[in-house]
Each structure stands twice: as structure tokens, then as C-alpha cells.
């Protein structure tokens, strides 16, 4: 069956040290990957979207990556600040799939 | 407003009643899901409307669940004889265009939805 896995529940690091999260999926074969960031109490705010043909993009301090053949996604956020601690979801997408990953609660401590 | 809004916030209920949760998309959004969301988890999919039509209700986990967008804006979810395990945050997204996986999704604050 398909899965989609992050690394783990929780990432703690420390402030300016850039943090790295991962999504892996199995058995499916996304076109595009989109990750979003969610604080307590609300709802998913969208990031990033980066498509297969594309391995890596940037967006300020985000960078994110996608290679097909390890069906692996990474997430980074450099110069890390305590206003990053959030949970950050993957969402590998083909045309007809709204699923999310359980996602990863980084903690960045000043 | 500019966003995806969501009521009531906050929604407690006895077991066995009946709810109705509402979401009120960006206006012009085609589509629009219905997510529910159990506390450490990611946002699970239940359905999927373009425009006024429920094209994927897949992810519905009952037959006690039911929504509808009847005029291809504002949307229902409701919940007939609830039980405990209803009970999670219920979020609402909207995108511009059909689903495509290249489509933004703008997410709602969601319902938080506890049964007694």
C-alpha cells in the first residue's frame, strides 16, 4: 500500500544551525511534493511545491529537494530561528491524491 | 474575508447527537476538501468537491458522514449520531483550480470537534 513516512515525531535543534527533515513515500510515484508548515491551533499554511522534474528549490532560507529514485523528499531551513518551531507536513501529490504525512514538530531553541 | 473560514471554532457534543460543521472557501475556489486531523497526526482526506459536485468521497469513514456544497461556495460536513471517536479537528481547504497536485491548498483554522 502507499505510505508516506517523515523522520521522525520531533526535531529539536538550535537557533542558526540549519534543520533537516525528511518525507519518504512508498508505492506511488508523485508527479509533484508540497510542504506545508502548521502551528498549534491551525491550519496548514502552504510552503513550497517542487515537481519531479526538479530537484531542488529555494525560497529564502528554505531549500527542499526531491529525488524520484530514492522516492525521498528533504526539507531545510538555515539560519534555523525559535519563530521556525512548527510541525511541517509533506504532501507527495499525483493528479488525484490529497494525502499528508503525519509530519515532523521541530523545536529550534534560542 | 481573504481566507478560508471555518464555525464553529469549537463544538462540543453528547454522543448520538447530530452536527454540521461549516466552511466558507476563497471566493472563485473551485475545490474544496474536508480533512480530519486526531491530535499528533497529519490531516486525513474525506472528501472532495469541484464546484458543486462531490467528485471523491472516499475518505468518508461512515455512512453517519455527509457533506454537501450545494451552490459551489459555501460547504457542510455533518456528523449524524456522533460517536467518541469523531471526535478530532476538522479542517476545510480550498483550492483555485481542479485538483491537481500543483494546486496550493489554503487551509482554514478547522472545527475542534469533542464528543462526551
Known amino acids: 500500500s502507499q505510505k508516506i513516512e517523515q523522520n521522525s515525531e520531533a526535531l529539536n535543534i538550535q537557533e542558526g544551525k540549519t534543520a533537516t527533515l525528511t518525507c519518504n513515500y512508498t508505492?506511488?510515484?508523485?508527479?509533484?511534493l508540497q510542504w506545508y508548515r502548521q502551528d498549534p491551533g491551525r491550519g496548514p499554511v502552504f510552503l513550497l511545491l517542487?515537481?519531479?522534474?526538479?530537484k531542488e528549490k529555494r525560497k529564502e532560507r528554505l531549500k527542499v529537494t526531491f529525488d524520484t529514485t530514492l522516492k525521498q523528499s528533504l526539507f531545510h531551513i538555515t539560519a534555523s530561528q525559535p519563530a521556525d518551531s512548527a510541525t511541517y507536513l509533506c504532501?507527495?501529490?499525483?493528479?488525484?491524491?490529497?494525502?499528508f504525512g503525519a509530519g515532523t514538530r521541530l523545536t529550534v531553541k534560542p | 474575508g481573504a481566507g478560508v473560514s471555518q464555525s464553529p471554532r469549537y463544538k462540543v457534543a453528547k454522543r448520538g447527537q447530530d452536527v454540521a460543521l461549516r466552511c466558507d472557501p476563497i471566493?472563485?475556489?473551485?475545490?474544496l476538501f474536508w480533512y480530519q486531523q486526531a491530535l499528533g497526526q497529519g490531516p486525513e482526506f474525506l472528501t472532495y468537491?469541484?464546484?458543486?459536485?462531490?467528485?471523491?468521497k472516499s475518505g468518508l469513514p461512515s455512512d453517519r458522514f455527509f457533506a454537501e456544497r450545494p451552490e459551489g461556495s459555501v460547504s457542510t460536513l455533518k456528523i449524524q449520531r456522533t460517536q467518541q471517536e469523531d471526535s478530532a479537528v476538522y479542517l476545510c481547504?480550498?483550492?483555485?483550480?481542479?485538483?491537481?497536485?500543483?494546486?496550493?491548498?489554503?487551509f482554514g483554522d478547522g472545527t475542534r470537534l469533542s464528543i462526551l
Open positions: 504532501a507527495p501529490r499525483g493528479n488525484n491524491d490529497m494525502r
Open positions: 471566493s472563485g475556489h473551485v475545490s
Open positions: 481547504a480550498s483550492s483555485l483550480r481542479t485538483r491537481t497536485g500543483n494546486q496550493p491548498q489554503h
Open positions: 508505492n506511488y510515484s508523485p508527479a509533484y
Open positions: 468537491f469541484q464546484n458543486e459536485a462531490q467528485l471523491d
Open positions: 517542487i515537481r519531479e522534474n526538479e
